[in-house]
Each structure stands twice: as C-alpha cells, then as structure tokens.
C-alpha cells in the first residue's frame, strides 16, 4: 500500500462505493455520485483538523509505521514517544490513527482496550500540565495601540486594527484573518462583524459579533477604519501582507502571522511576558479583562464565542484569582 495513501482526504470504503455505483451502473452519474460522497465525507471534517490528522499520519510512517497496521505496532508507537510528548499529542495521534483505519474500512488497531489503557499509563506517568497563552490585559493593549498609533507606517496602522479587532472582538487567529470586507457592517454605535463559519460553526450558521466604538486610546472600529482607508481595501480580506516596499498584498494574512505580530508589538512597549504571549493571549484577555471590568457570564461567552461554559469558567476564575481568594480577608483583616 503506498505511503502515501493516507495523507489524502478519506475515501469511501470499497464496499460503500460498490453499493453506490450499484444503484446507477451504466449510468453517467456513477462517477460523479462516488466523488461527490467523498467530497462531502471530507467536508464532515474542519480543514484544521485534516490537517492535523495528516501531520499525525505522517509522524507515524516517518517512525517506520505502516498502513494498515495492528494493536502491537501501535503499542511500540506510544512507547517509542512515552517520555517525550504529551500525551494529549500521542492522544490527538492515536485518533488520527483510528480515523484512518475505519475510514479505509480496516479494523481500528488504534482503540483497543489495551492501547487507551497503555496511553493513560503514559498520561499517568508522563503527564504535565497544559501550557496556558498569557492573558493580556486591556491596560498593555491600550499601550500598544497608543504607541502605534504615533507610527506613520502602513503596517503599524494594520497590526493596530488587527490587534484591537481580534482582543475586543474575541476572535481566534483563524477567525480573525479569514475576516473580508463584506463581512463588516458599520453602525451607528459600532461595527458587526458575521463570520461565515467558524471552528465553533462548520456547518456554517454563521457567527455575529457586535464591538461598540470606543472613547478612549482603544477603539476597533477606528483603527480597522484608518487602516482600510490608508491601504485603498474596499473588498477582500481585512488583513494582508505588506512589503518592505509598502506593496499591499492580495491575500488574507497566515493565521500563524498573528502570533508574530503581537510579540513585536509586545516588545515594542517593553512587556516582560512576551515569551508566554500567543494569539490566544488576545481571547483570553477579553474575557478576563470584561470580567474585572464588571461583564457578566452571558455577555463574556457570547463576544468570545464559546461553546463551553466550563472554558469561561475558567477565563473568569483566574481573573479574579486574588481578588475573588479565601484567603484575602485574613490576610487584609484589620487589627
């Protein structure tokens, strides 16, 4: 079997494909019929996570794994990798493993009793805590945007409305460069923003979020206005690329641009936390920021987009980790 096989979006089992062609022999439509069922299967899927799920197959060959394989082979895999991912990693890969066997029609090697037993051994033995993005304060972002608005350069008035956008809009890096033109509607008291479809919305119901104007050095809808109007964009993505020539580029922005722009902007003002900086530090700080600020669950989810309350929960625990502790008033008892 080549190697490559399962790098490819999932095809339908051999005897699925029989059955359809079956049911029109010798009609025209046979063929399209197969590849629009396999389309759809592939649609099933975010693109993000064929793409993760491709990454693991191909870690797995590159070890000296082959497809279709058995329980043994997968068990030497975890082994060979116990004490040196995480096992939320090995976890994400044994998934991918088991996908690609059922969607071969082959039996599922990858989630066998005894393999998940011997992944929540590694987790037992190996295990780590989770790494968390920073959250970023809306104090440090309000220095950022001060600081660049008194640059005259296109790319800072981008990454000003960039940055603004995707901290008050709650936006994830892939949402906040996947944003077009025709997806802004401008208010008399702000802008909405409809995203098309989301990691949260893949059958593309389509996700509104609303960012009032701003009165003080943070306001979103200004900056993604200066921005638009100095770049010429009226259609098309937001967010682009720009030469050292000040050539405005066509397409939207690599969502992993997002991270690199807010850690040079982050050392522009001197934030001694960059290095635990991420796109996500944006999200994050939205919602711990709107919580100290006086917002509520309801409001905090809907703007972030979240689907579990157990995720804003959190964002909110740790906003008010000293101000909301056990412990505060008997150390600040008064005597």
Not at 72 to 97: E, G, H, K, Q
Not at 247 to 273: F, P
Request: charged letters at 25%; one cysteine or more; aromatic letters at 6%.
């Amino acid at each position: 079997m080549p190697l490559d096989r399962p790098t490819q979006p999932p095809e339908v089992p051999t005897s699925q494909s029989n059955l359809i062609t079956s049911r029109n022999a010798g009609t025209p439509a046979d063929l399209d019929l197969s590849d629009q069922h396999r389309t759809l299967l592939a649609a099933a899927r975010a693109n993000n996570t064929r793409r993760t799920y491709r990454s693991a197959i191909r870690h797995f060959q590159a070890w000296g794994g082959q497809l279709p394989c058995d329980e043994p082979t997968v068990i030497r895999y975890l082994l060979a990798y116990a004490d040196s991912l995480n096992p939320r990693t090995l976890a994400l890969r044994l998934t991918a493993l088991s996908q690609w066997h059922r969607y071969q029609g082959f039996v599922d090697s990858a989630s066998t009793p005894t393999v998940r037993k011997t992944l929540a051994g590694i987790a037992r033995t190996y295990g780590r805590p989770k790494k968390k993005a920073k959250a970023m304060p809306v104090e440090d972002l309000e220095r950022i945007a001060a600081h660049l608005v008194g640059l005259p350069t296109l790319k800072a008035l981008r990454d000003n409305a960039l940055l603004q956008l995707g901290f008050f809009g709650g936006f994830r890096r892939s949402e906040l460069v996947s944003i077009e033109v025709s997806n802004v509607t401008w208010e008399r008291d702000g802008i909405v923003i409809t995203l098309p479809r989301s990691k949260t919305d893949q059958e593309g119901q389509g996700i509104v979020k609303a960012i009032p104007y701003g009165d003080g050095s943070c306001c979103p809808a200004t900056a993604l206005r200066s921005w638009l109007d100095a770049a010429g964009i009226v259609s098309g993505p937001l967010f682009r690329s720009i030469s050292k020539w000040n050539a405005i580029g066509t397409e939207a922005l690599h969502a992993a641009r997002v991270n690199a722009i807010l850690e040079d902007c982050a050392k522009l003002v001197g934030l001694d936390y960059v290095p635990h900086l991420s796109s996500h530090s944006l999200r994050r700080g939205m919602a711990t920021s709107a919580h100290r600020a006086g917002a509520d669950f309801r409001e905090i989810k809907r703007q972030g987009g979240w689907r579990h309350d157990g995720t804003v929960r959190g964002y909110i625990e740790e906003a008010g980790q000293f101000q909301e502790n056990a412990v505060l008033a008997l150390l600040r008892r008064r005597t």
